[in-house]
């Protein structure tokens, strides 16, 4: 090959000859871009031999932005677009594209005797998914090339790994890719430093999640704090809507104009007699807020409510509008604990996030936010020792812009 290859992407390419063939560790860290290459060998090699090609990911969407994009922009028509067989044509080969994240898609490549099977971000998939695998890759020549960032030490993938099987692996940390711009490198550890982030994504380790979520903000939450509003484009409200052993929370978050930042203004928590919710109460409340808002000289575009309570969202809604207020309520969104936790601590890190002090609840919230040490995959512990309402009416308040404020598209 006449490119230029990091010293860990020539040794892939030289000795990736086994059955499993596995790259993991940091980000940006070279393991997918050498695949846009490893992918056509592999097609070429098996031309004309009985087998069919798959390409999995954790979905359709992320497979088509991390492998199939970078390289149709390599080599053009050779690499097609998924069709609603879910196939697609890569260099005059047919070939499938699937999703790996549900178990019921175990039925897609059930039955299927499979000569190759590229896998990007494995670590996320549904572990049936790859046992299923396994029976599938049937021929002599059949052979798998994969990818992930490492999770935590008892992940089933890990597993598989330390297992004795026929692999080929690799470990790769941030410093082993050469190409980087070096200011790149500098900001992406700063913005994971501090976190468990840091020993996977930068590090390339298998380690646990425990403890606090965000540590360097409950050593210090007044770094995020600001005594002055920047120029908003938008206002929206969050409201948690509690379960008949907690309380709802209403949260007040600006985003600052070009995405720059957010910030959070005010709150309110609503305390409802044990064993209920006051449905007028939460209407009255919501109401109240939003006018509290345009005496201030503020619109609330939207309240975003737990879309787990549709009738008193729907009770909310008629009471905003018999108000004669234009803000629309409409469903919160909700994201994977583990995406929620890696982007706020993305956000913190780069100082874009941030806080007024008439938020002590929200900032509370956040300083004793824990993993749940009893789940095998990182989710937040919600077990009514740490006050998660007003947890998830903040991330409520400005999630549905996730991807405009943080870049971040991997739900």
Not at 63 to 92: A, Q, S, T
Not at 205 to 225: H, M, V
Not at 376 to 391: A, K, N, R, S, V
Not at 395 to 401: A, G, K, L, Q, V
Request: hydrophobic letters at 35%.
């Amino acid at each position: 090959m006449s490119f230029e290859l990091s010293i860990k992407q020539k040794e892939f390419w030289n000795d990736a000859n086994h059955r499993w063939n596995v790259k993991t560790g940091a980000t940006r860290s070279g393991k997918t871009w050498l695949d846009y290459y490893m992918i056509p060998r592999r097609i070429r090699e098996r031309r004309g031999k009985p087998g069919t090609v798959v390409l999995l990911g954790n979905t359709q969407a992320t497979l088509e932005r991390n492998v199939l994009e970078p390289m149709r922009r390599l080599y053009g028509d050779l690499v097609g677009g998924i069709r609603n067989d879910n196939k697609v044509r890569l260099f005059g080969v047919e070939c499938y594209a699937l999703g790996a994240d549900k178990k019921t898609q175990t039925k897609r490549i059930q039955g299927a005797s499979i000569s190759y099977c590229y896998g990007d971000e494995v670590a996320t998939w549904s572990p049936e998914i790859f046992e299923m695998l396994k029976s599938r890759l049937d021929k002599p020549y059949s052979c798998f090339d994969g990818t992930c960032n490492p999770d935590n030490k008892n992940h089933w993938f890990k597993k598989f790994l330390d297992s004795g099987a026929d692999i080929f692996q690799q470990k790769y940390t941030i410093d082993d890719n050469p190409f980087l711009p070096q200011n790149f490198v500098d900001a992406l550890k700063a913005e994971y430093r501090g976190t468990v982030y840091y020993n996977r994504y930068i590090l390339g380790e298998w380690c646990n999640a425990e403890g606090l979520l965000f540590p360097q903000f409950a050593d210090n939450p007044d770094k995020w704090i600001v005594d002055d509003l920047p120029l908003f484009q938008q206002v929206n409200i969050g409201l948690d809507i509690g379960g008949t052993r907690s309380h709802s929370t209403l949260v007040d978050t600006g985003i600052e104009v070009g995405y720059k930042s957010i910030v959070t203004f005010a709150e309110r928590k609503i305390v409802h007699s044990k064993g209920t919710i006051d449905a007028k109460r939460l209407c009255d409340e919501t109401v109240s807020m939003i006018l509290a808002l345009y005496q201030s000289g503020i619109v609330a575009s939207y309240v975003f409510v737990d879309n787990a309570e549709q009738v008193l969202l729907n009770s909310i809604r008629a009471a905003v509008f018999g108000a004669g207020l234009p803000t629309q309520v409409v469903d919160c969104r909700k994201v994977t604990g583990k995406t929620r936790i890696l982007i706020y601590n993305q956000l913190l890190n780069q100082n874009r996030m941030k806080f007024t002090r008439a938020v002590p609840n929200v900032i509370e919230s956040l300083s004793t936010a824990l993993y749940d040490t009893k789940k095998q995959e990182d989710t937040i512990l919600d077990d009514f020792t740490t006050d998660i309402d007003t947890f998830d009416a903040h991330f409520y308040s400005w999630s549905r812009y996730m991807e405009y404020i943080t870049g971040y598209g991997g739900m």
